[in-house]
């Protein structure tokens, strides 16, 4: 039989993190579990109400049900890849292809300019943003950007926008600096009409709102060039079919979610870069600088946009791992 154990934690973000998102404290849980072959694997559990997603507890309740939510099913699969690297005493950079991450930039007016200037220099080439608050301020900030830094740009709306005022957003930047967005991410809900005409603009990417399209159904001409895949919140076989049936690129991101959950996505982008190659684009899963730092984040060791080393086994953390109180779940039957 399979067992479970929670430890609950919190972090706490330094600033807003999107056009949805306030800064409150985020709530989530690592989950411990053992399969019957005695491998002990981790993983995070962090949903986003926002988003609508439960929370945590009654993923867990769920759990003792001997139900696993989508989200809960995710952090199984993930625990499984941090077990299995566990077990043979590796972790989850031993052999990988090496991943390169986007720079992330939730908000740009409490950027100070040095950080962009260090981005640069320590080896980014592309830089996200999450607009979707001041489209004027925002594409004056972008046009500076991209002249003063040459970043490509990706912008990320979490479906904030409208037509219109993308359109206006996107014409107002020079023509010769266009070829420097490399996608327009979630502009506003799905709609196979409207993202065509905005498609034609500039290239998109879908991010959450790819729960909305219906696959089967969806003509040829797919307004979108990019599918974004959190595997702690996307069947991640699944996702990787409809990219690779529809010719689509990839970007695979963590969640804003908890320092393990960061590694097991880095993981993740690594195994599907070594089989798709440049179908995988630039990742986005340096997350963790996002919030207050706690033992966890401060032992990831970036070198610039690559995670460069992690501490211990499996997704890393062995000792914090260890040290932390857990509580067993009980499974009703
Ligand atoms: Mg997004």
């Not at 949903?47 to 507890?57: F, M, T």
């Not at 696959?215 to 060039?225: A, G, N, Q, S």
């Not at 630039?282 to 996002?290: N, V």
Request: proline share 5%; glycine share 4%.
């Amino acid at each position: 039989m399979m067992k479970f154990w929670f430890h609950k934690y919190s972090m706490t973000p330094l600033t807003t993190l999107s056009a949805v998102t306030g800064a409150q404290v985020r709530e989530g849980a690592l989950i411990k579990v053992q399969w019957p072959n005695k491998k002990i694997g981790f993983s995070d559990l962090f949903p986003w109400p926002e988003l609508g997603d439960k929370k945590v507890i009654y993923h867990l309740q769920e759990l003792q049900k001997s139900r696993l939510t989508p989200l809960m099913e995710q952090s199984v699969y993930l625990a499984k890849k941090d077990a299995e690297l566990r077990s043979k005493k590796q972790n989850a950079l031993s052999g990988a292809t090496r991943i390169k991450n986007h720079f992330l930039v939730t908000d740009f007016t409490k950027l100070p300019e040095s950080k962009l200037y260090e981005a640069k220099s320590a080896g980014f080439s592309t830089l996200k943003v999450k607009v979707g608050r001041d489209w004027k301020e925002e594409i004056q900030w972008i046009e500076k950007t991209i002249l003063d830094y040459e970043f490509s740009i990706r912008m990320d709306f979490n479906s904030q926008s409208d037509f219109s005022t993308f359109e206006r957003m996107i014409s107002y930047l020079p023509r010769n600096l266009k070829p420097k967005i490399e996608f327009i991410e979630d502009p506003f809900p799905w709609d196979y009409d409207v993202w065509l005409d905005a498609s034609k603009l500039a290239p998109l990417a879908i991010d959450n709102e790819a729960e909305f399209v219906d696959w089967k159904k969806l003509p040829d001409k797919i307004p979108f060039k990019v599918l974004v895949i959190k595997p702690a919140r996307q069947d991640v076989d699944q996702a990787v079919k409809k990219a690779t049936e529809r010719h689509l690129k990839m970007v695979i991101t963590s969640s804003m979610d908890h320092p393990i959950a960061l590694v097991g996505a880095i993981r993740v982008a690594s195994e599907l870069k070594t089989k798709y190659r440049i179908q995988v684009l630039d990742s986005g899963c340096i997350t963790h600088k996002l919030y207050k730092p706690d033992e966890f984040s401060s032992k990831l060791i970036f070198t610039g946009p690559y995670l460069s080393q992690i501490i211990g086994t499996g997704m890393g953390f062995d000792k914090e791992l260890e040290n932390l109180d857990w509580t067993a779940i009980e499974m009703k039957k």
